[in-house]
């Protein structure tokens, strides 16, 4: 079965850099665009970014654009966010996301920017 495991998250001053990834297995990660969102405190879901099969086409919200990174390993299955200047803002719930024949997100891993 589909199966997306996120990790990497943590405490991170502000101005620091973090790592994220996305373990995908159960399903043909090659070919699937693949999506990163996130949710802060009290706010909605917001899509960050996201990337192409082939690893070319990349999209990023306004407010990561610049700062935030999307990859992709498809020898070992792993999707990944490159975060750097963290703001307090960025601080989230970040979540992978791949829609095969339905949906699937990964558990979530929790990001703290903070001073």
């Known amino acids: 079965q589909v199966q997306l495991v996120d990790s990497g998250g943590g405490l991170v001053q502000l101005g620091g850099v973090l790592r994220l990834s996305c373990t995908a297995s159960?399903?043909?990660?090659?070919?699937?665009?693949m999506k990163w969102y996130r949710q802060g405190p009290g706010k909605e879901v917001e899509l960050v970014a996201s990337i192409g099969s082939g690893g070319i086409s990349k999209n990023y919200a306004g407010t990561v654009q610049g700062r935030f990174t999307i990859s992709r390993d498809t020898v070992i299955n792993t999707l990944y966010l490159q975060m750097n200047s963290l703001r307090p803002e960025d601080t989230a719930v970040y979540y992978c996301?791949?829609?095969?024949?339905?949906?699937?997100w990964g558990p979530g891993t929790q990001v703290t920017a903070s001073s």
């Open positions: 996301r791949v829609y095969t024949s339905r949906q699937y």
């Open positions: 159960g399903f043909a990660f090659s070919i699937y665009f």
